[in-house]
Structure formats: C-alpha cells, structure tokens
C-alpha cells in the first residue's frame, strides 16, 4: 500500500505543472458556468429550471426509466472517455482535449447554478446530492486521463517535430491501462448516478419542502 501511494505521489509530483493547470481549468470553468446561467435570456432560464423540475417531479413520484438513466449516462462518459484516449494519440489533440475538459467543468457549475436559481436555499442541497460525489470522481479520473493524452500527444508533436524514433508500445502500455482505469470507474459512478441519486434526491424533498 505504502509503495503504490509513493508511486502516485512521485507520478503527481512529475506531472505537478498539468496538474495544477487542469485544476486551475477546472475551476475556472466552474465559475462561467455558475455565472452563464445569470447572462442568459429569461427563457432560456425558465426552460433549464422546467427541466429541473421535470426531473425533481419525475423522482418525487418514482417515474425514472433507471434503463434510460444509465444508459445516457455511460454512452455520454465513454463517449467523452473514448474521443479524448483517441485525441491524445494524435498530434493535434491537446487543444481540443482542453476545452472538451473545461466544457465538462462548466456543465457542473452550470447545474449547481440552475438547481440554486430554482430552489434557493434548498437549490444548494439538491445540487450537492446531484453532483456529488460522482461527478467530481468523473473529474479527477478525467483530468488522469487527460494528464497522461497531452502528454502523450505532446511526445509525439516533439518526436515527429524532432524527428526522433517513436515508441510507440512503450507508450500504449500505460495509456491503455489508465483508460480501462477510467472505465471501470466510470462504469461504478454511472451505477451511483442512476439509483443512489434519485433515492437520495426523493429522501431530501421528503425533508425540505
């Protein structure tokens, strides 16, 4: 146990500049997100918060398609998953990869704001148990992966622009192992999203209202 969290400090202290870089993207993308809601027209506004509600309504009266839920929720990650692992093996990748990640950032400040325009004060702990803790354990396996695509897409812009050999295997290796990494975790959020979520959501109206 002592040697694997060596090895990952050793890792996080190597990769400490993309770390701290992703971390200040996430966060910054949080913020515009929290306060996009707030520039955006009335309607637009009135048509997020009769989503939320649809939602909130759906739950309170047991009607989720659990099928449906879980479904969406892995084709939208492992899409996401998927496209950023094909992105970082190319050499133009790093952008890209970049703004997917801060999107997803965004989205979340986006619905914490959403849920607190429409509820209040109970907005808050709606948008806590909708967010967390899956969606920030979505994001920190996200920015792993995204630690280890920029910089296998980096080496690869330096090696062709250096025309240096490529190793390739010695790169696919880890790569495809932090991506099947990222998978199965997704797989055990997906599972907490789509039936601890709703439970936990109907408990707290129950509560509040």
Do not use: C
């Given at each position: 146990?002592n040697k694997?969290m060596d090895?990952l400090?050793?890792k996080?202290h190597?990769n400490?500049r993309?770390?701290l ?12 997100g ?6 955006i ?7 997020v918060?009769?989503?939320i509600?649809?939602f909130m309504q759906?739950?309170?009266?047991g009607k989720?398609?659990?099928l449906?839920?879980i479904?969406?929720?892995l084709i939208?990650?492992l ?17 890209i ?16 704001a959403?849920f ?7 907005g808050i ?6 967010i967390f803790p899956?969606?920030f354990?979505?994001?920190?396996v996200f ?7 920029i910089?296998?897409?980096y080496?690869l812009?330096t090696s ?5 050999t490529?190793h ?6 880890p ?13 055990i ?15 707290i ?5």
């Amino acid at each position: 146990m002592n040697k694997t969290m060596d090895k990952l400090k050793e890792k996080a202290h190597a990769n400490k500049r993309i770390i701290l870089f992703l971390s200040g993207l996430s966060l910054i993308g949080i913020i515009f997100g929290s306060l996009f809601i707030t520039i955006i027209s009335k309607e637009d506004q009135t048509l997020v918060q009769s989503y939320i509600e649809k939602f909130m309504q759906s739950v309170q009266a047991g009607k989720l398609s659990y099928l449906d839920a879980i479904k969406n929720t892995l084709i939208s990650n492992l899409s996401f998953t998927t496209i950023i692992w094909l992105l970082g093996i190319s050499i133009i990748g790093i952008p890209i990869i970049v703004f997917m990640y801060f999107t997803k950032s965004f989205i979340i400040g986006f619905t914490v704001a959403s849920f607190i325009l429409k509820y209040k004060f109970k907005g808050i702990i709606y948008a806590v148990i909708y967010i967390f803790p899956h969606h920030f354990i979505n994001l920190i396996v996200f920015t792993l992966l995204l630690v280890y695509a920029i910089k296998f897409s980096y080496y690869l812009l330096t090696s062709i622009l250096k025309k240096r050999t490529i190793h390739l295997k010695t790169l696919m290796n880890p790569y495809f192992r932090i991506f099947m990494i990222v998978v199965i975790s997704l797989f055990i959020t997906a599972i907490y999203e789509t039936f601890a979520v709703p439970y936990f959501v109907k408990q707290i109206i129950s509560v509040v209202k």
